[in-house]
Protein backbone atom coordinates (compact mmCIF):
# COMPACT_ATOMS: atom_id res chain seq x y z
CA UNK A 1 0.00 0.00 0.00
CA UNK A 2 1.30 3.33 -0.91
CA UNK A 3 2.40 5.97 1.75
CA UNK A 4 0.13 9.35 1.78
CA UNK A 5 2.00 11.53 0.33
CA UNK A 6 -0.57 14.01 0.00
CA UNK A 7 -1.91 16.89 2.73
CA UNK A 8 -4.47 19.57 3.18
CA UNK A 9 -3.97 23.25 3.78
CA UNK A 10 -5.73 26.63 3.15
CA UNK A 11 -5.06 29.21 0.26
CA UNK A 12 -5.80 32.16 2.36
CA UNK A 13 -6.65 33.19 5.84
CA UNK A 14 -10.25 32.52 5.91
CA UNK A 15 -13.41 35.57 6.10
CA UNK A 16 -13.73 36.53 9.67
CA UNK A 17 -16.98 34.43 11.09
CA UNK A 18 -19.12 35.35 13.94
CA UNK A 19 -21.03 33.27 16.48
CA UNK A 20 -23.30 34.74 19.52
CA UNK A 21 -24.70 33.22 22.44
CA UNK A 22 -26.26 34.89 25.26
CA UNK A 23 -24.42 38.04 24.47
CA UNK A 24 -21.18 36.63 24.06
CA UNK A 25 -19.35 37.03 20.67
CA UNK A 26 -17.20 34.45 19.23
CA UNK A 27 -14.79 36.06 15.98
CA UNK A 28 -13.58 33.08 14.01
CA UNK A 29 -10.42 33.48 12.28
CA UNK A 30 -8.11 30.60 9.73
CA UNK A 31 -4.74 30.98 8.39
CA UNK A 32 -2.37 29.42 6.62
CA UNK A 33 0.78 28.94 8.70
CA UNK A 34 4.49 27.48 7.88
CA UNK A 35 6.26 28.27 10.99
CA UNK A 36 5.69 29.79 14.77
CA UNK A 37 6.57 32.94 13.63
CA UNK A 38 3.36 33.17 11.02
CA UNK A 39 2.02 31.90 14.28
CA UNK A 40 2.98 34.57 16.50
CA UNK A 41 2.30 37.25 13.69
CA UNK A 42 -1.15 36.58 13.31
CA UNK A 43 -1.62 35.78 16.84
CA UNK A 44 -0.31 39.78 17.39
CA UNK A 45 -2.37 41.43 14.42
CA UNK A 46 -5.40 39.73 16.16
CA UNK A 47 -4.87 41.11 19.13
CA UNK A 48 -4.21 44.65 17.97
CA UNK A 49 -7.71 44.56 16.03
CA UNK A 50 -9.63 43.08 18.89
CA UNK A 51 -7.58 44.48 21.93
CA UNK A 52 -10.71 44.65 24.28
CA UNK A 53 -11.52 41.41 23.62
CA UNK A 54 -11.80 38.93 26.70
CA UNK A 55 -9.87 35.67 24.97
CA UNK A 56 -8.02 35.07 22.13
CA UNK A 57 -8.23 31.30 22.27
CA UNK A 58 -6.56 29.24 19.59
CA UNK A 59 -5.10 26.41 18.30
CA UNK A 60 -2.95 24.70 15.27
CA UNK A 61 -0.83 22.60 13.89
CA UNK A 62 2.44 22.57 11.87
CA UNK A 63 3.70 19.73 9.64
CA UNK A 64 3.05 16.64 7.20
CA UNK A 65 5.04 13.78 8.27
CA UNK A 66 6.00 15.10 11.86
CA UNK A 67 3.38 17.02 13.56
CA UNK A 68 3.75 19.64 15.83
CA UNK A 69 0.51 21.42 17.66
CA UNK A 70 -0.72 23.70 20.24
CA UNK A 71 -4.38 24.17 21.76
CA UNK A 72 -4.68 27.70 23.81
CA UNK A 73 -7.53 28.18 26.27
CA UNK A 74 -6.97 31.75 27.13
CA UNK A 75 -7.84 31.90 30.29
CA UNK A 76 -10.95 30.24 29.79
CA UNK A 77 -11.38 26.86 32.07
CA UNK A 78 -9.29 24.14 30.60
CA UNK A 79 -9.75 22.11 27.75
CA UNK A 80 -12.79 24.25 26.97
CA UNK A 81 -11.58 26.31 23.99
CA UNK A 82 -8.14 24.84 22.58
CA UNK A 83 -8.91 21.37 22.44
CA UNK A 84 -12.53 21.97 21.05
CA UNK A 85 -10.79 24.22 18.32
CA UNK A 86 -7.95 21.56 17.43
CA UNK A 87 -10.84 18.89 17.24
CA UNK A 88 -11.44 20.73 14.04
CA UNK A 89 -8.24 20.92 12.46
CA UNK A 90 -8.67 17.04 13.26
CA UNK A 91 -12.17 16.88 11.62
CA UNK A 92 -11.05 18.76 8.54
CA UNK A 93 -7.86 16.58 8.19
CA UNK A 94 -5.82 19.70 7.81
CA UNK A 95 -2.08 21.25 8.42
CA UNK A 96 -0.14 24.40 8.28
CA UNK A 97 -3.32 25.85 9.62
CA UNK A 98 -3.86 28.17 12.97
CA UNK A 99 -7.31 28.55 13.87
CA UNK A 100 -7.98 31.64 16.28
CA UNK A 101 -11.24 32.59 18.09
CA UNK A 102 -11.57 36.00 19.67
CA UNK A 103 -13.96 35.97 22.04
CA UNK A 104 -16.09 39.20 23.56
CA UNK A 105 -18.17 37.93 27.23
CA UNK A 106 -21.80 39.42 26.80
CA UNK A 107 -22.22 39.35 30.53
CA UNK A 108 -23.88 35.58 30.79
CA UNK A 109 -21.62 32.51 31.73
CA UNK A 110 -22.00 29.80 29.45
CA UNK A 111 -20.51 26.94 31.37
CA UNK A 112 -18.04 24.32 29.98
CA UNK A 113 -20.49 22.73 27.85
CA UNK A 114 -21.77 25.83 26.45
CA UNK A 115 -17.84 27.28 25.94
CA UNK A 116 -17.11 23.76 24.32
CA UNK A 117 -19.73 24.29 21.95
CA UNK A 118 -19.13 27.45 20.68
CA UNK A 119 -15.15 27.66 20.17
CA UNK A 120 -15.79 24.49 18.37
CA UNK A 121 -18.54 26.35 15.95
CA UNK A 122 -16.49 29.24 15.83
CA UNK A 123 -13.87 26.82 14.80
CA UNK A 124 -16.04 24.89 12.20
CA UNK A 125 -17.27 28.11 10.86
CA UNK A 126 -14.22 29.84 10.08
CA UNK A 127 -12.79 26.57 8.42
CA UNK A 128 -16.11 26.59 6.23
CA UNK A 129 -15.20 29.71 4.76
CA UNK A 130 -11.58 28.89 3.79
CA UNK A 131 -10.72 27.66 0.75
CA UNK A 132 -8.90 24.09 1.90
CA UNK A 133 -6.45 22.52 -1.30
CA UNK A 134 -4.47 19.41 -1.31
CA UNK A 135 -1.22 19.70 -1.77
CA UNK A 136 1.57 16.79 -2.13
CA UNK A 137 3.95 15.73 0.08
CA UNK A 138 7.75 16.53 -2.16
CA UNK A 139 11.04 15.26 -1.68
CA UNK A 140 13.93 17.72 -2.38
CA UNK A 141 17.01 16.13 -4.36
CA UNK A 142 20.30 18.02 -5.25
CA UNK A 143 21.59 16.21 -8.93
CA UNK A 144 25.00 17.25 -9.72
CA UNK A 145 26.58 15.81 -13.50
CA UNK A 146 29.00 17.37 -16.13
CA UNK A 147 27.25 19.58 -18.73
CA UNK A 148 27.64 16.75 -21.58
CA UNK A 149 25.08 14.98 -19.37
CA UNK A 150 22.61 18.17 -19.31
CA UNK A 151 20.21 16.17 -22.52
CA UNK A 152 19.95 13.03 -20.85
CA UNK A 153 19.25 14.77 -17.50
CA UNK A 154 16.68 16.59 -19.15
CA UNK A 155 14.93 14.19 -20.50
CA UNK A 156 14.09 12.07 -17.47
CA UNK A 157 13.15 15.46 -15.80
CA UNK A 158 10.74 16.09 -18.32
CA UNK A 159 9.50 12.43 -19.23
CA UNK A 160 8.61 12.25 -15.31
CA UNK A 161 7.47 15.94 -15.41
CA UNK A 162 9.78 16.83 -12.40
CA UNK A 163 10.12 20.61 -11.04
CA UNK A 164 13.50 22.40 -11.27
CA UNK A 165 13.79 24.79 -8.36
CA UNK A 166 17.03 25.53 -8.88
CA UNK A 167 19.72 25.36 -11.17
CA UNK A 168 23.35 26.37 -11.63
CA UNK A 169 24.73 25.35 -15.32
CA UNK A 170 28.39 25.59 -15.09
CA UNK A 171 31.45 23.04 -16.08
CA UNK A 172 29.78 21.09 -13.56
CA UNK A 173 25.75 21.42 -13.16
CA UNK A 174 23.46 21.54 -10.56
CA UNK A 175 19.38 21.29 -10.08
CA UNK A 176 17.64 21.43 -7.18
CA UNK A 177 14.38 18.93 -8.35
CA UNK A 178 11.28 18.46 -6.47
CA UNK A 179 9.85 14.88 -6.29
CA UNK A 180 6.21 13.37 -4.70
CA UNK A 181 7.09 11.78 -2.07
CA UNK A 182 5.65 8.27 -3.23
CA UNK A 183 7.54 8.45 -6.50
CA UNK A 184 10.71 9.90 -5.07
CA UNK A 185 12.66 6.75 -4.83
CA UNK A 186 11.59 5.40 -8.58
CA UNK A 187 13.16 8.82 -9.53
CA UNK A 188 16.37 8.72 -6.91
CA UNK A 189 17.17 5.04 -8.39
CA UNK A 190 16.77 6.75 -12.07
CA UNK A 191 19.58 9.10 -11.56
CA UNK A 192 21.70 7.01 -9.50
CA UNK A 193 21.90 4.61 -12.43
CA UNK A 194 23.09 7.30 -14.52
CA UNK A 195 26.39 7.25 -15.70
CA UNK A 196 28.23 10.52 -14.01
CA UNK A 197 25.37 12.06 -12.53
CA UNK A 198 25.23 12.53 -8.70
CA UNK A 199 21.75 12.67 -6.82
CA UNK A 200 21.77 13.43 -3.25
CA UNK A 201 18.25 14.31 -1.29
CA UNK A 202 18.47 17.50 0.61
CA UNK A 203 16.03 18.25 3.71
Not at 20 to 36: C, H, I
Not at 58 to 66: C, D, P, V
Not at 142 to 149: A, H, L, S
Request: aromatic share 10%.
Amino acid sequence: MEEKDTYKTLVNPSEETLFKDRNSKFFGYAFPVSTEDDIKNCLDELKKKHPNAGHHCYAWQLGTEKIRFRANDDGEPSNSAGQPIYGQIQAFDITNVLIVSVRYFGGTKLGVGGLINAYRTSAKMALEESDIVEKTIDVHFKITFGYDMMNKVQQVIKKNQLDILNQKLELNCEYIISVRKNESSAIFELFTNMFKVEIEEIQ
